[in-house]
T-cell receptor, first 114, second 117 residues
């Protein structure tokens, strides 16, 4: 039973560029959430997808956008990268909408913006 | 914004000792979860305690929840070197909306636990 997978594991970009991160949820899960974790901080909620729609969004600018595909996998896109976007990006999956289920996290993608 | 705040920020103990970490939060919750993170990698779910529960056990882990004080504690008994990691508490943030509601997790800054062999 595969857990949550993310790609790539590491990424280096320069300011102003755009980046796409990918996530495949745990088998049987249909809800995907994205979090940003800066060094020395706890993860911060970016947004959540269910049935290919963004259901909730945290306090992040419109430069952060996402998508969920029919197979429940998801992408996180960040445009016009800033130095402050350097962080570990975590994807979490869970099952169902309107139920309180444990979120399972992937290993993360470490993004460095130069 | 961070909801949960862990205390202490760092804890260093010897193998075999017990480790206790505390978490305080600000708003009403539906549940509280504890996660472990090794060296900036992915988060591993440890335990979930619901707002109507006061104590929960899982192996060497014991979690308590005091909703009147808006606080939780995580106790790791008979610690091992492999328990060295950062520990985070995370509270839900249930939102209503059309089609039902779901929750997002709001994390604290974590406690860095070092278990010395």
């Amino acid at each position: 039973d595969a857990g949550v997978t993310q790609s790539p594991t590491h990424l280096i970009k320069t300011r102003g560029q755009q980046v796409t991160l990918r996530c495949s949820p745990k088998s049987g899960h249909d809800t995907v959430s994205w979090y940003q974790q800066a060094l020395g901080q706890g993860p911060q909620f970016i947004f959540q997808y269910y049935e290919e729609e963004e259901r909730q969004r945290g306090n992040f600018p419109d430069r952060f956008s996402g998508h969920q595909f029919p197979n429940y996998s998801s992408e996180l896109n960040v445009n016009a990268l800033l130095l402050g976007d350097s962080a570990l990006y975590l994807c979490a999956s869970s099952f169902g909408w309107g139920v309180q289920e444990t979120q399972y996290f992937g290993p993360g993608t470490r993004l460095l913006v130069l | 914004s961070q909801q949960g705040e862990e205390d202490p920020q760092a804890l260093s103990i010897q193998e075999g000792e017990n480790a206790t970490m505390n978490c305080s939060y600000k708003t009403s919750i539906n549940n509280l979860q504890w996660y472990r993170q090794n060296s900036g990698r992915g988060l591993v779910h440890l335990i979930l305690i619901r707002s109507n529960e006061r104590e929960k056990h899982s192996g060497r882990l014991r979690v308590t929840l005091d909703t009147s004080k808006k606080s939780s504690s995580l106790l790791i008994t008979a610690s091992r070197a492999a328990d060295t990691a950062s520990y985070f508490c995370a509270t839900d943030d249930k939102r209503g909306g059309s089609g039902g509601s779901n929750y997002k997790l709001t994390f604290g800054k974590g406690t860095l636990l070092t278990v010395n062999p």
